[in-house]
């Protein structure tokens, strides 16, 4: 069974500073990762997805990386802004039967102005 | 391009009342649909997923169920509810009979809180 992590719960930066998210993963059979952002009661808006051949992807100030023998993926954002405070979750995609995504439980970003 | 609509946003129900929550997704055809319900302070956690009308999936046992009427429409049941369905009910859809390369799209959500 698949099972996602992410560390840490809960990040509190300040403005401007360069911080990273981790995910990990304990099955390394997936189709791809996606990385999620969740504004407080709103629906998921979907950031970056990499697929199982790649090893990156970037849009913007957001780099996640992808590194699947390790079971693990990490989002990067530069330059955080205040307004980059939400939840970030990552979702795996399995490679057996189906489109099931597994998620993590997320990680709760504050970057204080 | 494609949208998702979800309703209502909040609700707020006795138990052991029914339940009725309602998704469409506009500017697509066929496309793989999803329940998923996220507890106060937990991950999300895949409910039913559909491939097509009237075939319905459920990852969980539970006192939910799910029915796709039409191609694009995707209904969320209950007959009597328990204090512990409340939490945050998402939608969403994957295009292209759910192919590996795809993103998956969410509504919303809808706040359900069973009193």
């Known amino acids: 069974k698949q099972e996602v992590t992410q560390i840490p719960a809960a990040l509190s930066v300040p403005e401007g500073e360069n911080l990273v998210l981790n995910c990990s993963f304990t099955?390394?059979?997936?189709?791809?990762l996606q990385w999620f952002r969740q504004d407080p009661g709103k629906g998921l808006t979907s950031l970056l997805l990499?697929?199982?051949?790649?090893r990156e992807q970037t849009s913007g100030r957001l780099n996640a990386s992808l590194d699947k023998s390790s079971g693990r993926s990490t989002l990067y954002i530069a330059a955080s802004q205040p307004g980059d405070s939400a939840t970030y979750l990552c979702?795996?995609?399995?490679?057996?039967?189906?489109?099931?995504?597994?998620f993590g439980e997320g990680t709760q970003l504050t970057v204080n102005p | 391009s494609q949208t998702i609509h979800q309703w209502p946003a909040t609700l707020v129900q006795p138990v052991g009342s029914p339940l009725s929550l309602e998704c469409t997704v506009e500017?697509?055809?066929?496309?793989?649909l999803y329940w998923y319900r996220q507890a106060a302070g937990r991950g999300l956690q895949l409910l039913f997923y559909?491939?097509?009308?009237?075939?319905i999936s459920s990852e969980v046992p539970q006192n939910l169920s799910a029915s796709r009427p039409q191609d694009r429409q995707f209904i969320l049941s209950s007959k009597k509810l328990l204090l512990s369905d409340s939490g945050f009910y998402l939608c969403?859809?994957?295009f292209g009979q759910g192919a590996a390369g795809n993103t998956i799209y969410f509504g919303e959500g809808s706040w359900l809180t069973v009193v």
């Open positions: 969403a859809w994957i």
């Open positions: 099955d390394s059979a997936i189709y791809n």
């Open positions: 990499i697929q199982s051949s790649q």
């Open positions: 979702a795996v995609r399995r490679a057996t039967s189906g489109s099931r995504l597994t």
């Open positions: 500017g697509t055809s066929n496309p793989n």
């Open positions: 559909s491939v097509g009308i009237g075939q």
